[in-house]
């Protein structure tokens, strides 16, 4: 028995030794956690002060009250920058009067004028800038259109009495405008007025810019073919440009829009051989 218990008891001393080695942790009590504290904790009150901050007085812009409606406002009164066009019947005479019209200046020949009286006077915008034609006079009106020509005529008429022929080369800038009717118009009326002096008319048709848009190339091609019509049936000599410069981007400035120096030369030779077959004297 005693056997017994000391091998019973062996295992037990040597598990007291190793626990030997070991502090002793401190003995702790287990306290449920919650949040909400156990003994009841003095409030606190906190009070929020906020900033008064000063009222601002906002003004409204100021703004000019006018009358917009010039047909109730004395026209004595009423600002003439503002007013609003009246009605024909609400029109005076001075109001119910055309604009005047357009004022293009001539540009300075950059020839020489001939030395003998020329017998053929050429008139366009800047397309003719760099054209001389043997005894002819150039007016280059640079931005003109056709109602601009036409109203230059009476001019070149008196300033060059012994020219018998008067040659126009215009509607390149009426093409932006897209007023069909009118160019037609405009075109008839120039022709008209040429003829009604006395003098012979040579039609100088349209040049095809390198430049032009599918819309603008239309236009101008139309034009072409109106006016080989119409000065079929007036019996006006026409010059044929189209074909001469159509696709021939070499023959233009750099702009893409005016002639150089080879493309002058061609619409003056152009021009001269018109000249020549209308029996022009020389």
Known sequence: MDTLDCSCRGPLLLHEANMAKFPEEPA????PACSTPQQSQPWTEVVAH???GVLRKFSPPPFNLSNRYSVLADSNVADPAHAIPLPP???SAEQSKPPAPRR???ERPRHPPSSTRPVAVLVGSSMVRHVTLPRSETWCLPGARVEDVQTRVPEVVEQHPTASTIVVHVGSNDIRLQQSEKLKSDFTSLIQTILATGKKCIV???IPSACFSDMQFSRIRQLHAWLVGHCS???VPFVDNFGSFWRRRSLFARDGRHLNRAGASLLASNLELALEAHHTPR
């Open 28 to 31: 702790t009590t287990s306290q």
């Open 104 to 106: 293009v200046a001539r």
């Open 89 to 91: 019947q609400h029109r």
């Open 50 to 52: 906020r900033q008064r």
């Open 233 to 235: 049936r007036e019996r």
């Open 204 to 206: 100088s048709g349209p």
